[in-house]
């Protein structure tokens, strides 16, 4: 299915991060936006409440994140496609409502333009220091997809590509920016909309009586969905429930819930997995990095290649669900992995237990405030070579 | 063996059968209410295909599992923020919010008195039974001065809120309150809220024998319902100002508010009409000096 930029923003533009986040979720079809202001992530939201009038969107400044994580679920059973963006202190407060989009299998889109932390932390100032918050924020065991931009025109390519994987499996999708990708200027393509690919929502093909909101069908681990207002009667819960949706308290369906929800993302990893690969194989040191912090790292492995060290760069474009299999392999072909990320060692926690003791696995932290300086993931490659 | 069968109730088809028996004790006022909703469904002609009904968490909560209409069992104190998003992307529908007191004035409260100052198109209805029933009875923002709850047992010091007052004071059109001995009256108000556009809201006061009414040595549901005909004094039109509620004291009942204003779907509508023309995005977007990229060089 086409995407639905409007004609006029087709073409190249020089706009920020945060402003081409917002044209990819409109050109991903997104027309409900709930959201509640806080730097850097509000051009996204001012962008947008100036855009969706001629667009056909709806924009609504909701009285906390709280309010806004949630009214974007109350649009999606209304039919809609929807966002909500925060960063830091909103996303904190919005944790609750991700946990209820996984039960509820509701297809949306978080962005958070990261911010160093913890608490007010640096507001105008960049880090990556809530990758693991995206995973596991709220309470019980559950699933989601974290996609990394690196630039603006990934802001826009990647958002669409945020709203299609959460239509394709039901999930709240984390748009993990930081500042310096949400405020960064740099040329961005729009295609023309007949180049875009949107996936659509999966809507039941039964009628009422015979659906059932979360019985599967054709061998599929996601359920099709119904909008509210089509005479299904659908009953939708948080609490741990049935085919029907009906409540059901016990250990039976806790276990076949729970563990549905966790295997519809881990036993699709390779179809979600997006790396991009920069002269891995044959290399002695890769450096495992994601969002900005890939681009400074590029620059410290053209550094370490000028001094003959066979360097890899694997960037992770989707980051949770954590690419298991593809590091585990990795790790027995290199010497070592590098990586660096713009918090006290998050990701690195992963690659370190896939690694499982094959090669050495360097951690580069950064407390956040500001990028790394390249010559810091220079000095841990070449260190890493020997 | 044979099965009786039982006459069959009439508001049956606006229930999920398949989920009976419900929750609720004997002598819960929830049920009471549930049974007015369900004749001012019928009387309202109201589409029931359009008509879809949020509930937050708790007794009350539990409303929104047992109506066979589209119906949503949220978060606690979030039902309002979700119906808000639900009407918004899809305006055909009748958006009724069904929750408790503590559900929609504790830890909902800032979403109920925003949901009122913008006039969101939604129809509330809270069941007050003065305390958090689900986990057990602690007090709420509801609980009268001086009765007790498990986390007050020495009797609440903080003022309660005065609902009609609090909804009225915020911008809601609809106002009114009624206990569960009102079931005509009730009946009638929730029609009445139905039809409004805006931000209609009806207080249902309930008794709670399990908890409230028990550990303040009230009685059980019956002699509660029986206290309720004869303490409550209906005041059309009154004052919200003193429509407080004290322990033991006279509850005061009535439509308080019934007023036009237009509504937040209303007002977008009338401020951004169907689309604003892209041109109009782009002097905006000058005027106000934003990079849009709108000097883009194009191609
Ligand atoms: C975030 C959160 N905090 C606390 C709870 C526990 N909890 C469940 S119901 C409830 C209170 C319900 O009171 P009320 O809304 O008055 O409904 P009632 O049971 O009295 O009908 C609480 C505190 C919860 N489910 N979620
Ligand atoms: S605990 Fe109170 S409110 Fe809850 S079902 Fe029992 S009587 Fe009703
Ligand atoms: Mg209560």
């Known amino acids: 299915m086409p995407g639905y930029v409007s004609a006029e923003l087709t073409g190249a533009h020089y706009i920020d991060g945060d402003h081409a986040t917002a044209e990819g979720a409109i050109a991903a079809g997104c027309n409900f936006v709930a959201g509640y202001p806080i730097t850097p992530s509000t051009e996204v939201v001012e962008r947008l409440a100036g855009r969706f009038p001629s667009t056909g969107g709806n924009f609504i400044q909701m009285e906390d994140e709280i309010a806004s994580s949630i009214a974007i679920q109350g649009a999606v059973w209304g039919g809609a496609k929807a966002m909500t963006v925060s960063s830091g202190p909103g996303i904190s407060l919005m944790m609750e409502h991700i946990g209820l989009a996984a039960m509820t299998e509701v297809p949306c889109v978080f962005v958070n333009v990261q911010r160093g932390g913890p608490s007010t932390g640096l507001p105008t100032l960049p880090a990556q220091a809530d990758m693991m918050q995206a995973r596991w924020g709220s309470h019980g065991d559950y699933e989601i997809i974290a996609l990394s931009p690196n630039s603006p025109q990934e802001c826009f390519d990647l958002i669409i590509h945020a709203f299609n994987l959460s239509e394709q499996y039901r999930v709240p999708v984390m748009f993990m920016m930081d500042e310096s990708v949400g405020h960064m200027t740099e040329k961005v393509v729009i295609p023309p909309y007949n180049q875009i690919e949107v996936t659509p929502r999966r809507f039941t093909t039964k009628r009422p009586g015979e659906y059932k909101p979360f019985a599967l069908d054709n061998g599929s681990m996601v359920p099709p969905m119904v909008k509210a207002g089509e005479g299904y009667g659908i009953h939708i819960t948080g609490l741990t429930h049935d085919e029907r949706g009906y409540p059901v308290m016990n250990a039976q369906i806790q276990d076949r819930l729970v563990n549905r929800l966790v295997d519809k993302i881990l036993k699709n990893v390779d179809k979600i997995t997006r790396v991009r690969d920069d002269g891995v194989e044959g290399a002695d040191v890769v450096v495992v990095s994601y969002g900005i912090t890939s681009r400074i790292s590029m620059r410290a492995v053209r550094m370490a290649r000028e001094k003959g060290v066979k360097v890899g760069h694997l960037r992770l474009v989707v980051v949770w669900p954590f690419p298991e299999q593809l590091v585990r392999q990795l790790a027995r072909k290199v010497k070592a992995m590098v990586v660096p990320e713009i918090n006290l060692g998050q990701v690195v926690l992963e690659v370190e237990r896939c690694a499982a003791g094959n090669c050495n696995v360097v951690s580069v932290p950064h407390a956040g405030g500001a990028v790394h300086n390249p010559n810091t993931i220079y000095s841990a490659i070449m260190e890493a070579a020997g | ?299």
């Open chain 2, 1 to 299: 063996m044979t099965t009786k069968a039982g006459p069959k109730n009439p508001v049956e088809r606006y229930l999920r059968m398949d989920r009976m028996p419900h929750i609720w004790c004997p002598g819960c006022g929830i049920g009471t209410t549930v049974n007015c909703f369900a004749r001012a469904i019928e009387q309202s002609g109201v589409d029931l295909k359009k008509l879809a009904i949020v509930s937050g968490i708790g007794c009350t909560g539990r409303v929104a599992g047992y109506l066979s209409f589209d119906s949503f069992h949220t978060t606690h104190g979030r039902a309002i923020p979700f119906a808000t998003g639900l009407k918004m992307a899809n305006p055909e529908l009748k958006v009724v919010v069904y929750s408790g007191d503590g559900d929609l004035v504790a830890i909902g409260g800032n979403h109920f008195i925003h949901a009122a100052r913008r006039n969101a198109d939604l129809t509330v209805f809270c069941v007050n039974n003065f305390n958090y029933a689900m986990t057990g009875g602690q007090i709420a923002p509801t609980t009268p001065l001086d009765a007790v709850g498990t986390t007050s047992p020495y009797g609440v010091c903080e003022r309660p809120f005065n609902l009609p007052f609090l909804a009225k004071s915020c911008g809601a059109v609809y106002v009114a309150r009624w206990t569960a001995y009102h079931v005509r009256q009730l009946t009638k108000s929730m029609i009445e809220a139905m039809d409004k556009r805006g931000f209609s809201f009806v207080e249902i006061i309930t008794p709670c024998p399990t908890l409230y009414e028990r550990r303040n040595r009230l009685g059980d549901g019956l002699a509660r319902m029986e206290w309720f005909r004869d303490n409550s004094v209906i005041r059309h039109g009154s004052d919200t100002r003193y429509a407080d509620i004290g322990f033991q004291e006279k509850i005061i009942c009535g439509k308080f508010v019934d007023v036009d204003r237009p509504s937040l779907l209303e007002m977008t509508q009338a401020k951004l009409g169907d689309v604003v023309s892209h041109r109009r995005w782009q002097e905006m977007s000058r005027r106000q000096r934003r990079p849009l990229g709108e000097e883009a060089t194009k191609g």
